[in-house]
Structure formats: structure tokens, C-alpha cells
């Protein structure tokens, strides 16, 4: 069974920097496209970041030249780097592997952005 942890979240400072890191379990990861998303509650989660099996990103213009997703398929594992926080980004965030028509989400990791 397939399992995703978030992990990296915190309380930051406005202008200050956090990495997520999204550690999946199971032998598709690899194979997977990993997305990032966040949801503040009472509104809709929204899509911020993919990165695609082969390496290509895409990103929500939110956060576009600030965030970076990457993956390092040895460690099974995806990263969410977040430059220039603002508190408009406080949120929960999750990840979420897709392969094929599987789809599996994390529970999230609080981001936290304030002075």
C-alpha cells in the first residue's frame, strides 16, 4: 500500500524560506507524477506545483519564481523549496502521487507564515 508523508512545516517570518519533503512509500514513485497542493480552510485545495516522472515542472503563477519542486527517486522522496514566503502561502500543504489512474495524498504539514 501506498503511503505519502509531508514533513518540513513550521511557523516562518514573512520573506524567510522553508523546504517540504513529501517520503512515499511503495516501488512506483519513481514512475509517479508528484504534485503539490495547499488548502486553507474553508476554501478549496489548490494545485501550486507537479513534477512530471521525467523531471518537468509546472507551476501555479502564485508562486512562480519563489517555490521549486524537486524529487530524488533514490530516496523515494519529493521537495517543495519555498523562497520569499508571504502570508498569503500560510496554509496546509499536501502532496499527491498519481500513476495512471491511481491518485494517493498525504495528510499535510502546516505552513505557518508570520511576523
Known amino acids: 500500500q501506498v503511503q505519502l508523508v509531508e514533513s518540513g512545516g513550521e511557523l516562518v517570518q514573512p520573506g524567510g524560506s522553508l523546504r517540504l519533503s513529501c517520503a512515499a512509500s511503495?516501488?512506483?514513485?519513481?514512475?509517479?507524477?508528484i504534485g503539490w497542493y495547499r488548502q486553507v480552510p474553508g476554501k478549496e485545495r489548490e494545485w501550486i506545483a507537479t513534477i512530471e516522472d521525467s523531471g518537468g515542472t509546472n507551476y501555479a503563477d502564485s508562486v512562480k519564481g519563489r517555490f521549486a519542486i524537486s524529487r530524488d527517486n533514490a530516496r523515494n522522496t519529493a521537495y517543495l523549496q519555498m523562497n520569499s514566503l508571504r502570508p498569503e502561502d500560510t496554509a496546509g500543504y499536501y502532496c499527491?502521487?498519481?500513476?495512471?489512474?491511481?491518485?494517493?495524498w498525504g495528510l499535510g504539514t502546516q505552513v505557518t507564515v508570520s511576523s
Open positions: 511503495g516501488s512506483i514513485f519513481s514512475v509517479a507524477d
Open positions: 499527491k502521487m498519481t500513476w495512471y489512474a491511481q491518485t494517493y
